[in-house]
Each structure stands twice: as C-alpha cells, then as structure tokens.
C-alpha cells in the first residue's frame, strides 16, 4: 500500500517565528505562512484569495528559522501535514492541521539592509552569494552578470 503526504507551499510568514523548547531540549519553532491566489472568474473579473497555513520545524530547523525569518519574509517551505487534536480548557474538542516542515528556503532579502546574497557588479562576469561560513572550499554556482537584482528565472527553480 503507498502512501504520500507532502506539502509544499511558497509564501510570506504572517508572524515572527516563536522559538520553544520541550522538555528534553528539543527545538520547536512556529509560524504562519500566507499563500495568495489569483484568478478570473467566468464574467473576466480578477479575483484574489488568501490562505492562512500554519508551519512547526523541529530541531537545528526550528533554530536557523528563528535566526532567520521575520513577518513578511519570503519562503519556500516543504513537509508533511500533520493535524492535531486535543480537548480546550473550556472542555471543546479542538483540532488544527500544521505544516511540519523538513526544509525551508529563504526567497527574498532581509529587510532591514542586511544581505545574505552579493549582487553581480556591471564589471564582474560572475558573483556568488555570500557565505556565512569562515572557509569556503566548496563555492556555490555563480550567478549569471547579466542577472537583474531579485528576478527570479524559472528554469533556474530545481523543482
């Protein structure tokens, strides 16, 4: 018998992750992630809807998304659904249906200046994207010089 459950959704977080822990140390970090759809509908007239997805990370995960998400940031978030249920202090039978996400990508720059990425100069016929790391025997790909700051090309999406 096959199964598969996978979610995989892009998006900006609607709050700023909130970093717990259990009660063996294990990290947990929770956030919500908005995904916005667009259509026409059967008169031409454009229409828009937004959906509301909440997402857990677990482990280093759940660390490196609370140093590096923020409200508004866009991601890349891939997992498993997962719904929990349990029973209010008001004694209502509650239930909630969450991303337990097993990788995340950052689509967009921080806004607050910083940079996590070096744009390619008009001089240079390649740049790579900056590494926080202090040695960097394995560099990333190069980015084209030609690239425009922040476009996205699509056949550059490895999925």
Known sequence: MLSLNRAQIIGNLTRDPELR?????QAVTSFGVATNRAWNDPSGEKKEAVEFHDVVTWGKLAEICKQILAKG???YIEGRLQTRTWEGQDGVKRQKTEIVAENMLVLD?????ATNFVAPSENSEKSFPAVDSPSNDNPPESVPANAKEGEVNLEDIPF
């Open 109 to 113: 720059r921080p806004k607050d200046g």
């Open 73 to 75: 940031r866009k991601v």
């Open 21 to 25: 822990y259990t009660a063996n140390g």
